[in-house]
C-alpha cells in the first residue's frame, strides 16, 4: 500500500530513497565550507562552493521565493551573501532576476557569481535575449550564461545556433562562460565530451531520488567533465525537497556531493534564513566523512 509521498514522487524512487544511499570513496580534503572558494572549471571563474539556486518550484516566470513578498526575497539573498554564498542561479523562468539586481546592487559586482539560463526559443535571436537579461540584472555581464534543461542526446546539433550567439556574447565579453543545464543522462553524455559546455549543471545525489541510470554512472560522467575542465555544479542534492525530511540523508547528501571529487559548487534552494544557516553548518561538519547506509 503507497502513501502520499511515494505517491508523487514514484515508487521506484521512494524504494530507493528508502533504501540508503550509493557509497564512494571520499576524496583528500578533511573540510569543507559553503564560503570557500572554489574555481569553476578552466574557465577561471572563482566563487563560493555554496550556491543559491533560486528555482524553488518555480516555472512560468514565478517560484516559491515569490511567496516571501518582495522585501522577504531581498532580506533572504542578502543574509546568505553576508553568511558568503557569493554564487547566485537563476533561470529566465524562474523570474528571479529582479530579485538578484535589487539585493545585490549595494555589493562590488565582482564579489559575486551570477549564473542564468535561458530557454532555447527559436522566436528571438539568443543575442537579443542575452542582452535582454543584462538590462533584467543591470549589470555589465553575466558570468555563466547556460542554456537550460537540455536532455537530447542531439542537442550540439539542434541547438548549433544558440550556442553559436552565446559564443559570440562571450566574445563581446557580455557572457563570461557558457554552457548547459541537464536533467537526463544522454545529454549529459554528449556535454562530457564536447568542450563547448564549459559549466555544467547536473543532478546528483547518493539516493538517485530525480536521477536516471546508477549513480556510479552518473559521477562517472560528472568526473569526465571535471577531466576536460567543464566546471561541475550539482543540482538535486536534497532531491528537489524530499531528502528535506530526512535529516540524516541530507548528511549524506551533503557528505556524498562534497567528497565525491567531481563536482565545484553546489547549487541549493533556500526559502528562509534558518535553511541559509543550517545547510552551511551541515557543509562545515563535513571533515572525515562516512556515509553509511540507511
Known amino acids: 500500500m503507497t502513501n502520499e509521498k511515494e505517491t508523487a514522487l514514484g515508487r521506484r524512487q521512494f524504494l530507493e530513497l528508502a533504501a540508503g544511499a550509493a557509497v564512494l570513496p571520499a576524496t583528500k580534503q578533511e573540510f569543507y565550507s559553503g564560503a570557500e572558494t572554489v574555481t569553476l572549471g578552466k574557465t577561471g571563474i572563482r566563487t563560493s562552493r555554496l550556491c543559491f539556486g533560486t528555482g524553488v518550484k518555480a516555472g ?70 542575452v542582452n535582454d537579461f543584462l538590462k533584467e540584472l543591470k549589470t555589465d555581464y553575466i558570468d555563466v550564461m547556460q ?55 547536473v543532478r546528483l545525489n547518493p539516493f538517485k531520488v530525480l536521477m536516471d541510470g546508477p549513480v556510479p554512472d552518473n559521477v562517472d560522467l560528472c568526473r569526465k567533465l571535471k577531466a576536460r575542465g567543464a566546471g561541475v555544479i550539482a543540482m538535486k542534492i536534497l532531491g528537489e525537497g524530499w ?41 562545515a561538519r563535513v571533515a572525515k566523512p562516512v556515509i553509511k547506509k540507511g
Open 60 to 129: 512560468g516566470g514565478k517560484s516559491s521565493l515569490d511567496r516571501l513578498g518582495h522585501d522577504g526575497v531581498i532580506a533572504l539573498l542578502r543574509h546568505a551573501y553576508e553568511k558568503g554564498i557569493r554564487c547566485f542561479d537563476m533561470a529566465h523562468s524562474y523570474g528571479t532576476h529582479k530579485y538578484i539586481a535589487e539585493a545585490l546592487k549595494d555589493y562590488p559586482r565582482d564579489s559575486y557569481t551570477i549564473i542564468t539560463k535561458v530557454g532555447c526559443r527559436k522566436d528571438t535571436p539568443i543575442e537579443q535575449r
Open 243 to 283: 531528502l528535506s525530511q530526512y535529516p540524516e540523508k541530507i548528511d549524506q547528501s551533503v557528505a556524498f556531493t562534497l567528497t565525491s571529487g567531481v563536482v565545484d559548487v553546489m547549487a541549493v534552494g533556500f526559502l528562509d534564513v534558518k535553511e541559509v544557516d543550517d545547510m552551511m553548518d551541515r557543509i
Open 147 to 201: 542554456m537550460h534543461y537540455v536532455n537530447q542526446a542531439e542537442w550540439p546539433q539542434n541547438l548549433a545556433p544558440v550556442m553559436e550567439g552565446l559564443e559570440k556574447c562571450k566574445q563581446a565579453g557580455k557572457i563570461r562562460a557558457h554552457g548547459l543545464s541537464m536533467h537526463m543522462r544522454p545529454a549529459l553524455e554528449v556535454a562530457a565530451t564536447t568542450e563547448w559546455a564549459e559549466v555544467c549543471h
